[in-house]
């Protein structure tokens, strides 16, 4: 009885696993491919219903109702612009003060870090921010997009956790060497930083990619501001309109081909090409930004 | 280093001051570099971060655009008097704490949960496929998470009432998204599919370092799969589980705003509101910007009580300081 019990365990544990597992791993994926199949498939017929996986009427048309080069095609530039310009900036900008604050001899180390780290844990709120933006002339400016989010505590942690790990003697010999801090910065330092550096630019790329609300805030009077994420928001509730009434569906949608687009399907289509550049990338991140999650998670 | 703080304050005195400081002095002059690699950021954040918290005296005024701060009218504490006598504003508390308790007790359950049996899987490749599979939403914004959300929910043909329908466990579709009881079940469970993969990584990483002849000596007392889990993995995370959770009851207060404003409507507006919402209504909305004001201090004022408390008991039980 004894043997049996214990043979028999761990077939009845790993099958209850894998059956967590696999459902997981369904539940993730197919809201996902269902948008996929919906993307392709023609926006007249999707309304019918029944569309699971694959596309029962294929259709190429609601990507190109998105990059027909109308207002779509303009807010995904946007979204590439802020995208592009505001992790580069930000990644130079938060290692370049990481690394001030990671040489144990700078006078204000101390002072300075936890200034930064306390932005954490606070927020002055939405309608002072705002009147700043306002003061500051960024209100339906492109800047606003990139100027106000380029340093955040939590990324300066794992960066600055990161460089301390790093052998002492390195910087000690560049020293010798006659190099000053910002030759050691960029010519030792950050050459070596490129795993935890390709983590914060994921981070930072996503958060900027998948923004909306400076655009709702500070931009949302301004088409030509206007970023793929605040288009998909827009069409979620004028979709969430047609639903009762499907010729509000067609007229609103300026790209309609003969009902093959629906703001339905452009919605799948807008999904797909908003989460697929995300998707291709992070998985071969995925070894460094679990460490940087780790560094981050050791305080300060 | 623990004279540095003051070094800001006494920068003129320390050159005409005793010897430690005045090599203090010298120890600056020979951080020129460091100093121009981080003071002007620091006076980015501080603009951007701290000096807006200047506009909280709005909270105090009847406050009216356009206007030189001092001619403003002074009102004291009438705005934050109106909120606590506000039906709508308690509403709007109890669904942001409401919320974020489900959200915390749901995101830590299935964590934990989620990094147990995946530490059970020896396959590699297998466990990896899923820990890939599993960060994925975390990836996706708000926007689309809750089209996702909108579209599993939909009465015609959104999958959920599908398979219950095929499962028999209802006869017509439930319009999930205009029940108000259903709001934050809704809100806690798009929580847990956006983020259960990414809130294990933290866990996982806390059992793989869990010493593995802890577990050897178990197995040789006789100890099976569970009372392992029980005794030494449970206990292994449990200073992470504790710093964890008390970091995040210092963020009670942000229930979140996306989701509720996203999946929100006219129906569910008792429930769906939170305090964000109500500061955007109020403020950017209606234009009442001292009432919204107000609320956004009071929420401020409380998560930053709530972290320093956090951090005393953290630091009562012998577990490490968060700041």
Same mark, same amino acid.
């Given at each position: 009885? %004894? ?12 099958? !209850? ?20 199949? #919906? ?7 999707? /309304? ?39 992790? /580069? ?18 006078? @204000? ?17 939405? $309608?002072?921010?705002? @009147? ?8 339906? +400016? ?8 380029? $340093?955040?505590? @939590?990324?300066?942690?794992? $960066? %600055? ?13 560049? %020293? ?5 801090? @910002? ?5 030792? $330092? ?13 981070? #930072? ?7 909306? !609300? ?14 793929? *994420? ?17 010729? /509000? ?7 309609? #081909? ?6 339905? +399907? ?19 991140? *995925? ?14 | ?64 655009? =356009? ?39 749901? =995101? ?16 590699? &490749? ?31 043909? =959104? ?70 889990? &029980? ?31 996203? &999946? =929100? ?18 403020? &950017? ?39």
């Amino acid at each position: 009885m %004894r043997t049996r019990t214990l043979r028999l365990e761990p077939v009845v544990f790993n099958t !209850f696993n894998a059956v967590i597992m696999i459902a997981l791993a369904v539940v993730t994926l197919y809201p996902f491919l269902n948008t996929l199949a #919906v993307s392709f498939n023609a926006g007249n017929d999707t /309304v019918r219903g029944g569309i699971y996986l694959w596309p029962r009427i294929w259709t190429d048309q609601n990507y190109k109702a998105v990059f027909a080069g109308g207002t779509l095609y303009h807010a995904f530039w946007v979204s590439v612009a802020r995208t592009v310009i505001a992790t /580069v900036l930000s990644l130079f900008l938060t290692s370049m003060l990481s690394y001030a604050v990671s040489r144990r001899e700078y006078v @204000f180390r101390k002072p300075v870090t936890l200034l930064i780290v306390l932005t954490m844990y606070f927020n002055a709120g939405l $309608i002072p921010s705002y @009147f700043l933006m306002k003061d500051l002339h960024l209100l339906n +400016s492109f800047w606003v997009y990139v100027i106000p989010g380029l $340093i955040s505590a @939590f990324n300066m942690i794992v $960066i %600055r956790t990161y460089m301390q790990t790093l052998p002492e003697g390195l910087i000690e010999s560049a %020293r010798v060497d006659g190099a000053g801090d @910002f030759r050691t910065f960029f010519s030792i $330092i950050l050459p070596l930083c490129q795993p935890v550096l390709a983590t914060v630019a994921l981070f #930072v790329a996503v958060g900027q990619w998948n923004s909306w !609300f400076d655009t709702f805030i500070y931009a949302s009077s301004k088409q030509s501001l206007s970023t793929l *994420q605040y288009e998909l928001m827009k069409l979620l509730s004028s979709a969430s309109l047609s639903n009762s009434n499907p010729s /509000v569906a067609n007229s609103s949608n300026p790209g309609a #081909v003969h009902n093959m687009v629906t703001p339905m +399907s452009i919605r799948a289509a807008i999904t797909i090409v908003a989460s697929v550049p995300i998707l291709i990338v992070y998985p071969f991140l *995925q070894k460094y930004f679990v460490h940087g999650m780790q560094l981050g998670s050791v305080k300060e | 280093m623990a004279s540095a703080p003051k070094a800001i304050t006494s920068k003129t005195a320390a050159a005409m001051t005793a010897a430690p400081k005045s090599s203090l002095f010298k120890r600056m002059r020979g951080q020129k570099q460091l100093m121009l690699m981080s003071l002007p950021i620091l006076l980015y954040v501080l603009l951007f971060a701290y000096y807006p918290i200047w506009g909280w005296t709005m909270a105090f005024q009847k406050w009216r655009p =356009g206007t030189p701060f001092s001619q403003q009218e002074w009102v004291g504490f009438k705005h934050f008097k109106f909120l606590f006598k506000d039906d709508t504003f308690l509403l709007v508390l109890r669904n942001t704490i409401g919320m974020s308790l489900i959200n915390m007790v749901s =995101g830590f359950v299935t964590a934990i949960v989620f990094a147990i049996l995946l530490n059970e899987i020896k396959n590699k &490749l297998y466990k990896r496929s899923i820990q890939t599979i599993s960060y994925l939403p975390h990836f996706l914004s708000w926007i689309i998470v809750t089209g996702i959300v909108a579209n599993a929910l939909s009465v015609d043909g =959104g999958i959920i009432n599908v398979v219950l329908m095929k499962l028999g466990f209802i006869h017509e579709p439930i319009m999930w998204l205009s029940k108000p009881h259903y709001f934050w079940g809704i809100v806690g469970a798009s929580h847990v599919w956006k983020e259960v993969g990414w809130n294990a990584i933290i866990y996982l990483a806390a059992i793989t370092s869990i010493d593995p002849s802890l577990y050897e000596a178990a197995e040789i007392d006789g100890a099976n799969r569970y009372k392992k889990m &029980l005794h030494i993995t449970l206990p292994g995370i449990r200073s992470i589980v504790i710093i964890l959770l008390i970091m995040n009851l210092g963020w009670i207060m942000d229930a979140g705003f996306e989701v509720q404003y996203l &999946l =929100g409507n006219g129906v569910v507006v008792d429930w769906s509101q939170t305090i964000d919402i109500f500061v955007l209504k109020y403020g &950017l909305q209606i234009g009442n910007y001292s009432l919204a004001t107000a609320a956004g201090i009071f929420k401020t004022v409380v998560s930053i009580t709530l972290i320093f408390a956090a951090n005393t008991i953290a630091k009562r039980f012998g577990e490490d300081r968060l700041i």
